[in-house]
Each structure stands twice: as C-alpha cells, then as structure tokens.
C-alpha cells in the first residue's frame, strides 16, 4: 500500500513523513498515559486494595459487611468517545503491570446479551492467563480449548481456585525468591512485591462504602478524602505502622492474628471493565451485576465502569436491587482539553517535530475540536492530513526534516531540488532584499546557495524557538486578566499568533490597555511567571536570555520599590491641605479636579517602572511575533493551507448535492446558461429514477417541471422529448 | 394589495460599525446588501464580530475553572464563510419556485434573447447574470433583490450605521433615476415590467409568509411603517429594476475578480498536474444548525409542493414506454462530465492513502469511478466490492465473503463478533496482506441500520484493512456517530460525476412507471369481464363506495351489514350466503380485502389505490354505455 502513494513523492520525502508522522503519534501516545497518570494511580490503587478485601473474604474469614458489594471504580471520562478507547488501553496495560493478570474489556457492541457478555468476560478473564504468564501455560492448559457453552460462572469459579491453589504451592516452594509473579519490565519494581496487600495505605472499610453504591465524594477531588493514607506509593513500607492505625479494629486485629497472610494469600483479583457502560442495555448490566454478585464470595471479581457523562447514568440506567450491589467510586478523568494542550505544547510548539502548522489549519482543527467531538484522537488525525498534505503538496518538504538529517540533504541536493528551493516565494523575496551582487551570486552559485539554505534554515528553527516561547510569555501575561481579550489558554494565543502579528491584533491592545492599570501584587507574581517559562529556553537563544536579564533586573528594582517610594512621595501634600482653604463648594470642586488632573500626570516610581517593562515586553514581541510568511523558507516547514484539509475532514455532502443539482455547471464547467441548466437539472430529477433518493430535490424539480409542462402546454412525453433533445 | 399579516414585527438588532464598513464595503458601495435582521442566526454567522451578547448562549467548553461569563474561542475558521459558500438556507430549505408564471418568465426572457430587436435590459435581471455561474440563484431570488432595497433603507439601524450607508432617501433614488434616464428604453416595455412587477409584488406579498428560504425579502415591513407608500415604492421598484443594466457591469467584475484572485486555493491538489484550464472549485458550506432550524424549524408552515405527478394527465408510463422514450435520449454534456471524471481520477493516488477511509460523495453514480479504482490500483491487492444498494444485502454476507473467499476459512462462526475478531486477529497483525472494501453505498438500505454501520466502522479501524465508500443519501450522515466516525477515521471527498444512477437503481422502483396499479388494473378488467352481471355489480357498488370515501385518510372498508343492505337495495343479492360467495370468489382473486375493525366486523376493501380505481371505474362506465 504505502508504496503507492510513495510513488508520489520524492524518495527522501517518502521516508520524513512516516517519521514525522511517528513521532507525533508517539509523542501523543506517552502524552496520553502521562495525561492519566494521576487517575490511572489511583484506580490502580483502588483495585488492588479492593482485591485484597476480597481476599480476606475469600480466605474464609468471612467479613460481616460488605459480601456482595462488588468494589466498582467508576471512571468518568467524558464526551470524547473516540478517545476512550485509547484511555482504557492504556489503564489495561498499567493493571496487567502492577496488579493483575485477569482482565476483561467489555463494549457494548459485543454485549447484546447476558450469555454473550459472560462469555466475552470468562473468555477474556481465563485467556489472558495463558497470554500473560507463560509459567502457568501447562497447569490451566483447559483455559482456552474450553467450548463456548462451558463457559459458566462455576467454570471460572473452579478454574480460579485451581489458580490459587497453583499458586499457593508455587508460593510455598519458591518462597524464598519473593513473589514470583514478580516479572522483569515491571514497571512497580521498586514499591517491592505488587501483591503485597497489606502495605496498601487505603483501607477504606468504613461504613460509606455500604452507601448504596452512590458516588462517595464529590466529583472534583475523587480520592483525596483520607489524607495522610494516600501517601505516594514508595513510601508505603515506611509509613505501614503508622498507616495501620487507621484500619478498623477489626482488621487490625486480623492482620495481628494472621501475619502470614499479606504474603500468601493475596490472589490477583478478576477486573473486569466495561467501556461504556450508557452502551450497555440495562438488563444486560443489571444482569451481569447480579450474576457476578452471587460469585463475589469465590470470586474477587472487581468492576471498572467507563461512563461519558456522570456517575447517576450508571445508576439511573440500574434498579435498586443491581446498584446495591455495587459499591462504586468515582473517578474524574483528565478533561480532553487538559489532553489537547499537552499535545499542542509537545507536538506543535517544538523543534523536535520538524512539521509545523499555520495559523488557518491549526484554528481548523481547534474549531473542529471545541466544537464539535473534544476529541484528541480526532485531532491527532487532522493533524496527520495535514501532514500529509504538506508532504505531497509541497516539493520543497523534502528539508522538512530533523536539524541533522537535514544538513546532509542540503549537502545532498541536486540542481533540480535547489531550483524548488529558489523557487519558493519566500525566498525569491529574501534574495530581492539582497544586494544586487549577492543576488546573483545566490541564484546562480549552488554553494553559496546552499550554505544560505542552510542557516536560513537554522535560523527559521530558532526564530520558532522562540516565537513558542514568546507565545508562552504572552499567555502567562494575559490570561489572568479580566474577559481575557487573548484568551486564557496558551492554545488560543498561539492561535492568534499564528495568524497575524500580535502587536497590531485588536486583542492585544485591549491586553495592554488593560496591563497598563494592573497592580503591582498582580503584575510581581506574573512576572515571575515569565521569567521562570524564559530561563527554561533561554540556555539556548541569546535574544531570550537577554530579555530574561532584562526582566529580572526589573524584578529586582519592582522588589525594591518599598524603600524608594517613602523618599519621593511627600511634596505634593503640602500643597492639597493649602487648597482646603478655598470656602465655596464650586472653588473646591475645581481645585480637586485640577488635583486630580495634576496627579495623574505625574506617575509613580512603579507607574513608571510598570509602562518601561510592557515597552521593553511590547518591544520584544513587535520583533520577534511577526507573520510567519515574513520568514524565508518558512513553506518547508510550515503548512498553511486550511481549505483542503477542511474539505477532507469536514465532509459537506449536503451542499454538493445542492450545488450540482442546483447549478450543475459549477462541476460541469460549460459556460451555460441558465436554462441549459435548469433543463439539465429536470432531465435528471427524472431520467434517474430515484424513488428514495434526494426527495426534496426531486419535488422542487417536478415542481418545475409542472410548469414547464403548463406553460408549454404539452403532454409529458412530448416536453421529455423535447428536453432531451 | 393583501391585507398586513398581523404577525409580522419589525426586529431591530444593534450592530457594530465594523459590520456595517464590511455591509457597505462589501457591495459596490451604492447598493446596500441588505442584512437579514430578522434573522437572528443568520446575522450572527455574519461575522465573528458581532456583538459579544450574541454568542453568550455557546457551549461553555473551556476548562472548568474559567469563568462563566466569557467565551474566547469563537469558531471562525471552522465556521466561516469561505468565499461564495453554499448558503445552509439553500441546501436546509425546501425551494418551491413559487412564482407561479416563472416559467412564462423564463421563456419570454430567452424570446427576447433571440430577438435582436427587443431591448435587453429586462435580461439580466430575469435571468442569471452570464458571468456569475455559482451562484445558483432562481430568477425569481434575482427578481426579489431589488425589491429589497427601499425595505433597507428604511429599517431604522443605529444612527451611525444609517449616516455611514448614506441613507437612501427618495432624494438619492432621483437622482439615480436621472442616471437611468439615458438608457433609452421604450415606454411601453417599460409599463410592461412595471405592471408585471406589480403583480409579481402582489404575489411575493402573499407567499412570502411561506417563504422557505428566509430570503430577506420582506416586503411588508417596510409598509408597515407607511401604508400609503406602496404606492410610491411601486414606482421605486421600476426605477431601480430598470437601473439594473448599469448596475450589472459593476456588479460582475467584483464577482470575476473575487473567483480569480483566488486560484491558489487549492495549492496541493493534483500538484505537477495539468488538467483542465479551471479546476473545480470547491464547494463551501457553513454548517450552522441555526440555519437547518431556521429552515424546517417552523412546523407551522410545511412547505411541500402540491404539484405531485399524479395531477398530470398521463402521471405515469407503462415500463416499457419509459424505456423506449429514454433509449432515446442521448446524455448530455458528455465530454465536460469525461473530464469532471478524469479530475477525480488524478485524485486516486490520495486515495491509497494509508490509515485513513475515503468517503465519496456528491451527485451521480459513483460506482464506475470506484470500479475504475479498482482496475488501476486493487489489481494485485485482496479487495471484495459491496454493492450496497443490493436490496438482500446482510452483514455476514460481507464478512462470509471475506471469511471464506478471501481467508479461506470455512468453518462456521457462532456470531458475526465472532467472525469479526477472527477478521481482525488476521488483519491487525503486522505483516499482514492488505484487504480493501469497496463499499458502493454505504447508506444502502441494509447497511443503515446501527449494528450493520458499527460493524462495518470495526472492520475500517482494523489495521490492514482499507475502506473505500460512496454515499447517495442526502441525510446519509446521520447515520453515523462521533464513534463510529472516529472508527472509521474517513477522509470526505467530492466525487460528483453527474452520471446516471442506473445500476443503484434498478432494484428500486421508479416514480414515472406505473407500479403494481398498472398490473392490478388490467388483471382486476381481466377478472371484471368473466364475473356475472350481479357480481360486477356488487364490485362497482363497493368501488363507487371506496371512491367517494377517498378524501377519508381513516377509511377502513365498507362493513358487511352495510354492503349487504346496499346489494339487496339494489337487488343485486337475496341472501348474505349468495353475498358470502361472491366475496369470497373477490377475495380469490386479490381484488378485495377484508379486514376486522376494531369492533369486530369484517371491513371489505379494495387493494387499489384512488387513481386506479378511477380509471377503472370510468373505463367500466364508457363500455356501459
């Protein structure tokens, strides 16, 4: 397949744009699990421990509460369903690490019924032993080869014991190695056993748990009710004797009784997650709840619920009798956007992707984000046709590559891929701006030329360098102001950027109107802000580092306006208790508002501190925030074309249909009038017969027909004819 | 003139002066476009400017620690008039022409354009301005804008906005209407386009309340103000329709100029090609779901057209006829169609494209560019084409033809999820073959449903496996969701061909053959003629009966009591037995229905619709006589 398209490109080109295009992907993807990480912990968390109650149960202390409530984590995600697919996969591979090898994913398009949803669960819950762990392939060998109508809850139920008792033994034998379920690549390694259950800090075995499934905490902070339990997981050794104090009495006193347990007996819970819960029909989940809540005494099976809108879907979706049998908690997943502008920074607004995208596209894909699906997914796909159009459009890409790679094509290129080069507009109007005699020499001279190329190149690298660090300056200066004329996202600033210089856009005059009044307690920690985001870039671009000087010799001076101000304010005093003397109301008046006029002539020692750090700001960005088309070179890296990528990504069928029913010659290019068109338009409303096609259409041109057919007077064959003709 | 609908308001919306330098600068500067101020979602999509109120009630989709009052965001590039966009009004809206001597119009203007003699002024306004092919105005639209402009004059906007247009006042039309008078046109043609103008005003004035479009024609507001006016605005409108030959100059270079001066619009496309002098442009369209609802949203006015097929003479042509008649017709327009054709064939490459669907769509069968496809590129890759429009079409034929034709894999599946992970287990390894489908339309009516389309969006998002699809159905969208769309992952392309759908529709029936009617009636005459003379009578009884009940949408049949007491009034029967017998022969041959209402007695129906039954009844009537 790809060789197809690769026909179309030049042979360097056709190995940047899967590169680039991997990288994004890539770039995205370890955004994702980073993006989640937070949640993903939690959940993890969450599982384990409830895998661990569940274990105690099942080691026949029974406890008195709690039997049947199956331990739900329910995890709220969001509208963007395209992406959940992606967050599920990702929480999939940190539970097979850290937790446990029996998972299953349910979606709603596999479970129409309760028999298909079991056996997808006991399937996936019995199969993915054999996948993962390969040492137990001889002992559960029945696993797989087991025939649908055998899958049965008690068929788990067996085969799970057999695991235990399987692993028990091995437990005995190889005690001393640790657990050995402990493998290499897993990412836990260092909080010591992953089944070690006691170390676990939540113990959440108080009564809010037998609250009818209803959602415990409040949405926003989902797992920071305990405190001092949830401790980040290396410390869990250390801090278990103080964390066991706030077990119940009761469990303490087990733990005391049995201090072999937390070793042997924790068994890996059975996980099952189930995408899309709204999906699912109710009965099906009502079903499958109550099932798995008979088990719960042999099974320690443990629900992930994947829920788009809020946690009451699940239960408004379940009768009373199902949702009491979950005891489920809630979640909150990283909004998308969270998402998007981790994305934006780590893909868009950095050299390590050499791609970059204009100001049209990228407002496109934030238009079509925002309004219409919030899903990064389908952002990352918008981003890749741009991709792509940008490489098969533009010949001059095969430079679009990364800095070193790209020093030798340029030491590579050939006569007809300089002649592309001088082409290009942008750097037709660099050479115009030469002297006469470098022009020459640059459109004839291939070295010169190419050594040109070369730190145009660089230079349009750094130049972006910096123009995504200034945008960061920009939003850390503006977005706390009040309507945020620039917005308050860096996203929305860059989307301004992009598109037309900052300096003369509206928005930021409004901004700066705005700077010009702000405090000194507001401005102090924003400018420390500014400086922070700078000293990150400002080991690598001189012109940064200069204005981080500049600013911090400003931070300093702003620091030390206490002392100067006492010293300049006194004189004026005097004179407003002189003017206090005037007896009639109106002499006042106007004394105050002369006083008023005059003092605001003369500004303070941070007045006039405050306007000398927005010129020095406004200064910066006039240079270097300019238009990206002023850059030569800039259509090797920059793709600035919004209406293809709109034409492909939003699909207009709708408006097609009209046009080329409507004015047919807009696809047909004669120069027709307007009754050749209206005629072709009858003959085909009714040659094509098309009894479900286009209604509407059709009704508007039979109206038309009728007239004609009135006006002419002719039976309808007749006028066919002669419209035919 | 008709009397003033009482609910016709006057709406003043409060606009910025950017809007109104952009209104006015738009135009050639005299002529004021007017703005649809009653439309409040139209002036909105205006521009991104207007004021912020407006676009208060937007989703709040920011993070959650922003404030509630602002939003930043606004949608332009998404949203934003490309140039010359398809108008949403035009493609929600259901355009009946409604003037009714449109068509006398149309012709009388062409009448004109062949005889050299006729002054040519009414010309361009009658009819499409010769230079502007894209806009796909009906000559009535073109008529209604120059109506318009006395209404803008008049509607109040905010001082500044009206000092900034120049107000047209009765002064300046004078003024123009000097100008006009150096175009020499005969008095009595002109008294012809005044009094046609009159009666056009007349019927604009009372179909203008079902007007679809939301055209911004709205003639009685402005008389709302003043009464006695209409009167003078008649004499307006003739000078500015006659105004109209000098205006046409100005209008088309901006227009020429506009097209031109974008050509690099589509940069990228077909790059290093050389096709045809112009490529095609695209087709722009805002989708606004203000104009979907400003358009069908008013149950109160449906506006379908009453001029169904059935009103002609001869509605309908026996199979053959239609055949024969359209054997006949040679296609039109073939080498400009050869060439649209020939355009889409230089997108083929694009379509290789890895990781992402095509979706077709646009006017005209698709299937022999996708064939076409097929032959150039599919050749030595694994591909199975669908016909989507095969009316026995199931999802498992699909996926058993590439289980089993393509996979070789013959053993049975439990269920089609079944056979789906077993497709995708194949295809979603590395180093699999590549599969192709080529779906001719994918909105076929067995593909629609949500199961089939979640099915299908499953097999596209498989890795190895490419989907390539048309779609016909104008609301064929619907049918899929933001999930099955990111499935999918399809890129839209514009694939209209302008060719016949002779292939999608043969398994449908056709609007212009006569269905069934045809065959029932002559078998009904078959049967009718064998009967005995009572028996027919009983028949034409029943059918007269049904005839007058027509008009009834609840009709259910005649019940057996009431039908037994009309046969023996007319002497028809003598017993219900012999009744019985007859019906139950009726009921032999399928022409009669019975049918137990919901009171438990037996309702006798014919099986024929109205028009048939007609035309039976008429023909048993001249034999009779």
Redesign the interface.
């Known amino acids: 397949l790809s060789g197809n398209w690769r026909e179309l490109l030049t042979t360097t080109t056709a190995d940047s744009l899967p590169l680039v295009m991997a990288a994004t992907v890539s770039v995205s993807k370890d955004l994702q699990d980073s993006i989640h990480a937070k949640v993903f912990q939690d959940l993890v968390e969450f599982i384990r421990d409830a895998g661990m109650r569940s274990n105690i149960m099942i080691d026949g202390i029974k406890s008195k509460e709690g039997q049947s409530d199956i331990p739900t984590a329910c995890l709220v995600t969001g509208v963007n369903m395209p992406d959940h697919d992606a967050i599920f996969g990702s929480l999939v591979r940190l539970l097979v690490d850290g937790v446990t090898p029996h998972i299953a994913k349910l979606q709603s398009r596999d479970c129409n019924t309760v028999r298909g949803a079991i056996f997808k669960m006991i399937s996936q819950l019995m199969g993915q032993n054999g996948f993962v762990d390969p040492e137990f392939e001889d002992e559960i060998i029945t696993g797989p080869s087991i025939k649908r109508a055998q899958f049965t809850m008690a068929v788990l139920t067996s085969w799970y014991k057999e695991i235990i008792s399987a692993e028990d033994t091995r437990e005995s034998t190889s005690k001393s190695h640790g657990s050995p379920r402990k493998r290499a690549g897993c990412s836990h390694k260092d909080m010591g056993s992953p089944y070690k259950p006691v170390g676990s800090p939540y113990k959440p075995v108080g009564s809010p748990r037998k609250t009818m499934g209803s959602p415990r905490k409040p949405m926003g902070s989902p797992r920071m009710p305990k405190g001092s339990p949830r401790k980040p997981m290396g410390f869990q050794s250390r801090d278990m004797k103080s964390v066991k104090d706030f077990g119940s009495p009761e469990k303490r006193m087990r733990l005391n009784d049995e201090p072999r347990l937390p070793r042997g007996g924790y068994h890996p819970p059975l996980v099952v997650i189930l995408e899309d819960v709204e999906n699912f029909p109710a009965n099906v989940l009502h079903d499958l709840i109550l099932i798995c809540s008979e088990h719960r005494c042999n099974l320690p099976i443990v629900f992930v619920f994947g829920v788009a809108t809020t946690s009451n879907a699940v239960h408004r979706s379940l009768s009373q009798d199902a949702s009491a049998c979950v005891a489920m908690e809630t979640f909150q997943a990283q909004p998308s956007t969270h998402y998007l502008n981790h994305v934006i920074e780590k893909v868009l607004m950095t050299e390590k992707v050499p791609f970059h995208i204009g100001g049209r596209p990228f407002k496109l894909l934030l238009d079509i984000f925002l309004y219409s699906d919030l899903s990064v997914k389908n952002f990352v796909k918008g981003l890749k046709l741009c991709m792509m159009e940008h490489f098969l459009g533009n010949s001059s890409t095969f430079l679009c590559c990364s800095a070193p790679e790209r020093a030798l094509r340029i030491r590579a290129m050939t006569p007809a891929q300089l002649d592309i080069i001088r082409k290009l507009p942008s750097f037709r109007s660099y050479v115009e701006n030469r002297p006469p005699k470098e022009q020459a020499v640059l459109l004839l001279d291939e070295k010169v030329t190419k050594s040109t190329v070369r730190t145009l190149m660089t230079e349009l690298d750094s130049w972006y360098l910096r123009f995504c660090c200034l945008v960061k300056v920009v939003s850390a200066l503006t977005s706390s102001l009040p309507h945020s004329p620039l917005g308050r996202q860096i996203r929305e600033v860059l989307a301004t950027c992009l598109s037309r210089p900052l300096v003369e856009s509206e928005e930021f005059k409004e901004a700066q109107k705005m700077l010009k009044l702000m405090a000194r307690e507001e401005l102090l920690p924003i400018l420390a802000n500014i400086l922070e985001i700078l000293k990150e870039q400002s080991g690598q671009d001189e012109e940064l580092s200069e204005l981080y000087n500049e600013l911090a010799i400003m931070l300093g001076r702003l620091n030390s306006l206490d002392q100067l101000d006492q010293v300049i304010k006194d004189s004026p005093a005097d004179e407003a208790q002189l003017s206090f003397q005037s007896s009639d109301r109106f002499h006042l008046k106007e004394k105050l508002l002369e006083m008023a006029k005059k003092k605001s002539k003369k500004p303070n020692a941070y007045e006039s501190l405050r306007s000398e750090l927005l010129q020095v700001l406004v200064n910066t960005f006039e240079q270097h925030l300019q238009l990206l088309n002023k850059q030569p070179l800039h259509e090797v890296l920059f793709f600035d074309s919004s209406s293809v990528v709109k034409r492909h990504l939003v699909g207009m069928p709708r408006a097609a249909l009209t046009t080329a029913l409507s004015n047919p010659h807009h696809y047909l290019q004669v120069g027709t009038p307007a009754n050749t068109a209206s005629r072709l338009k009858l003959s085909y409303g009714i040659k094509e017969n098309f009894s479900g096609r286009l209604r509407s259409k059709i009704q508007c041109s039979l109206g038309e027909y009728r007239y004609k057919s009135e006006t002419v007077n002719s039976t309808p064959a007749e006028l066919k004819a002669q419209d035919f003709q | 003139m008709m009397p003033r609908r009482a609910r016709t308001t006057l709406s003043v919306t409060f606009i910025n002066d950017k809007l109104v330098d952009k209104i006015s600068n738009g135009t050639d500067g005299k002529k004021v476009t007017p703005i649809p101020l009653s439309q409040r979602g139209r002036s909105r999509h205006r521009s991104a400017q207007t004021p912020a109120g407006d676009n208060d009630d937007l989703p709040q ?4 620690d ?1 404030g509630i009052n ?1 939003v ?2 606004k ?5 934003e008039d ?1 140039e010359d ?2 108008k949403g009004s ?3 809206g ?4 409604k003037k009714k001597w ?3 119009e ?2 009388g203007s ?1 009448k004109m354009l062949d005889s050299p003699s006729t002054p040519k002024i009414p010309r361009s306004s009658l ?2 301005y ?1 230079d502007s ?4 105005k009906t ?1 009535r639209s073109s008529l209604k804008h120059y109506p318009d402009s006395p209404r803008t004059t008049k509607i109040p906007r905010t001082p500044n906005s009206a000092a900034k247009n120049g107000f047209r006042t009765p002064k300046s039309h004078q003024r123009s209407s000097e100008v006009f008078q150096e175009v020499t046109t005969p008095y009595n043609f002109r008294n012809r386009v005044k009094h046609r103008i009159k009666k056009i005003v007349c019927e604009e004035e009372s179909s203008s309340e079902e007007d679809s479009d939301g055209s911004n024609y709205s003639l009685s507001e402005s008389d709302d103000d003043d009464d006695n006016e209409s009167k003078e605005n008649f004499d307006d409108f003739s000078e500015s329709f006659i105004r109209t030959p000098s205006r046409t100059p100005k209008r088309t270079p901006i227009r020429k100029t506009l097209s031109s001066s974008t050509p690099g ?5 077909t ?2 090609k050389v096709g ?1 002098g ?1 490529k ?6 805002v ?1 606004r779901s203000d104009e979907y609802f400003n358009a069908n949203g008013d149950l109160g006015k449906v506006i ?2 009453d ?3 059935s ?4 509605p309908r ?1 026996a199979p053959d ?1 239609l055949q024969s ?2 054997l ?3 296609a ?2 073939q080498a ?2 050869k ?2 054709i020939e355009e889409h064939r230089q997108m083929f ?2 379509w ?5 669907s095509i ?1 077709l ?4 069968s698709k299937k022999d560019l996708l064939s076409k496809f097929q032959q150039e ?1 599919l050749d030595e ?1 694994d591909h199975i084409v669908v016909n989507g429009f095969f009316p026995s079409l199931t999802l498992k034929n699909i996926l058993n033809n590439i289980t089993e034709d393509i996979l070789d894999q013959s053993g049975s599946f ?2 089609i ?1 079944e056979q789906l992970e077993f497709i995708e287990e194949i295809y979603s390894k590395p180093n699999a073959e ?1 599969l192709f489908i080529i779906i001719h339309n994918l909105d076929g ?1 067995l593909l629609r449903g949500d ?1 089939t389309q ?2 299908i969006a ?1 097999l596209a998002s498989i890795t190895n496996v ?1 989907l390539l699809a048309s ?4 609301n ?2 619907l049918i899929f969701d ?2 099955k ?3 999918y ?6 694939a ?1 061909t ?1 060719a ?3 292939e999608e ?1 043969s398994y ?6 006569q269905q069934s009617g045809s065959l029932a009636l002559s078998s009904l005459v078959h049967v009718f003629k064998s009967l005995t003379p009572n028996a027919k009578g009983i028949f034409l009884l029943l059918a007269k009966h049904q005839l007058d009940q027509k008009d009834k949408s609840n009709y259910v049949g005649l019940s057996f009591n009431d039908m037994y007491q009309r046969c023996r009034e007319a002497f028809l029967v003598n017993s219900d037995l012999t009744l019985r017998a007859q019906l139950t022969e009726f009921k032999d041959h399928k022409l009669i229905r019975s049918k137990k209402g919901p009171d438990g007695i037996k309702n006798l129906l014919i099986s024929l619709d109205s028009t048939t039954l007609q035309d039976f009844i008429s023909q048993q009537e001249l034999e009779n006589l």
């Open positions: 989709l920011e993070e959650m922003e602002d930043f965001f949608p332009t590039e998404l949203f490309g966009p398809v035009a493609v929600f259901f355009r009946t022409p449109g068509m006398l149309k012709a062409a009819k499409h010769p092919p894209r806009t796909p000559p619009k589509t940069p990228s496309r790059p290093g045809r112009r095609i442009k695209d087709v722009e369209m989708g379908t057209s001029h169904t097929l009103r002609l003479e001869t042509l006829a008649i359209l006949g017709v040679t039109t327009h400009e169609r060439a649209l490459p694009r290789m494209t890895e990781g992402f979706f769509y646009g006017f005209g590129y890759y439990h269920s999820q590549s009516p199961k979640s099915a499953h490419h779609i016909d159905h104008i064929a969208p933001s999930g769309m990111s499935s992952n399809a890129l839209w392309c514009d209209t302008l016949p759908y002779s529709t449908e029936n056709s609007l212009l053959v």
